[in-house]
């Protein structure tokens, strides 16, 4: 499902009340918005589109993208195994390669200390920290893992590390370091029997890691400070197990992204070479606000309120769309958009 100018259309299934919401066009209009529903009163509207281009349209491999704070958009392209900043309107404006960083292949962006950002190499695994005009400042090796998947800022203070299992860390999926890269802790075994089978995703919101992995049917919450674990349902990952892939909903987690505004979206594929994505939209304490929304854009990224996603065209390169959650009144959203406590209002 693509999101065009003026139409609002729904794909979605309640989390609570079970029930299928129909899609609806209106009227295009100098003041319409692009908007794509999720159940009861939650709703992205997207704000806007931007073509990723250098003199021509670029077809990207993202594995991170980062809005930086002072304005350009960092991506790291597998492909390319180099970091590429582009200003607000798309154009590319710097290729950072090997030379410049140390990175051998760059899979991972995180914000650190404000305007600062941290690259995780999925190669020779270490992070790099670099300033806003890309200028390397330092680097840190992570020798507790093997093959580094996903960087997550912790509160600022900590840093933690999905890997892939083996390595000296072997059995453990997250890391989590200090800053400066003091390692801290290693955590969260794989599944039972699933060694070195699908991956972990993580999320952060302030001190709370959430963890999702491809081959469970359920989130962790792990609290740093406390250093307890609270576990919910992934309802998604439930309904596959019990219906399976000969139904036709063989989705399986492929990100997880925790926003400012107080919520969870898990993301779902059907394989590497989707052109699907369904999403899902929690609380962050786990309570399902909304379950099924399907969309052809993939999320790369969080800001605040804000979601970055990506599509890709064989001739229009790729393309960035920014979309916004916000609340349609509804009062079971009231948590996620509270204005006291976001800005969102």
């Not at 962790?220 to 036709?248: M, N, Q």
């Amino acid at each position: 499902m693509t999101v065009r100018k003026g139409e609002r259309t729904g794909d979605v299934a309640g989390a609570r009340a079970g029930r299928d919401r129909g899609s609806g066009r209106r009227s295009h209009s100098a003041q319409a918005r692009p908007t794509v529903e999720f159940a009861f009163g939650a709703v992205f509207t997207s704000i806007r589109t931007i073509p990723l281009r250098a003199g021509r349209a670029e077809t990207l491999d993202v594995s991170g993208l980062l809005h930086a704070a002072c304005g350009r958009f960092w991506v790291a392209d597998a492909r390319a195994a180099a970091l590429k900043i582009y200003s607000e309107q798309g154009w590319r404006l710097r290729t950072l390669g090997r030379e410049a960083t140390g990175l051998r292949r760059p899979v991972s962006l995180t914000p650190l200390h404000g305007r600062w950002i941290a690259a995780l190499d999925g190669s020779l695994p270490g992070v790099v920290v670099l300033d806003e005009s890309g200028r390397a400042l330092s680097r840190f090796p992570l020798p507790e893992l093997d093959c580094p998947v996903q960087l997550c800022n912790l509160g600022d203070r900590r840093l933690a590390v999905v890997g892939s299992g083996f390595g000296p860390g072997a059995g453990k999926l997250v890391h989590i370091y200090t800053a400066g890269g003091e390692h801290i802790e290693s955590l969260f075994a794989e599944p039972r029997g699933e060694r070195g089978a699908g991956r972990a995703f993580v999320a952060a919101a302030g001190e709370a890691l959430y963890l999702g992995h491809s081959r469970c049917d359920s989130f962790w919450i792990y609290d740093v400070e406390a250093h307890s674990v609270v576990a919910f349902p992934s309802l998604t990952a439930r309904l596959a197990r019990r219906l399976g892939s000969e139904a036709g909903f063989g989705w399986t987690l492929c990100g997880l992204f925790a926003t400012a505004c107080g919520a969870l979206l898990a993301a779902h594929s059907r394989g590497s070479a989707a052109r699907e994505y369904l999403y899902d939209l929690y609380a962050l304490d786990g309570t399902p606000v909304a379950l099924g929304l399907r969309a052809a854009q993939r999320v790369v990224g969080v800001e605040g309120p804000f979601f970055y996603a990506l599509s890709r065209e064989p001739h229009a390169g790729t393309t960035l769309a920014v979309w916004r959650l916000e609340s349609a009144g509804d009062a079971s959203l009231a948590s996620l958009a509270d204005p006291s406590s976001n800005g969102m209002r």
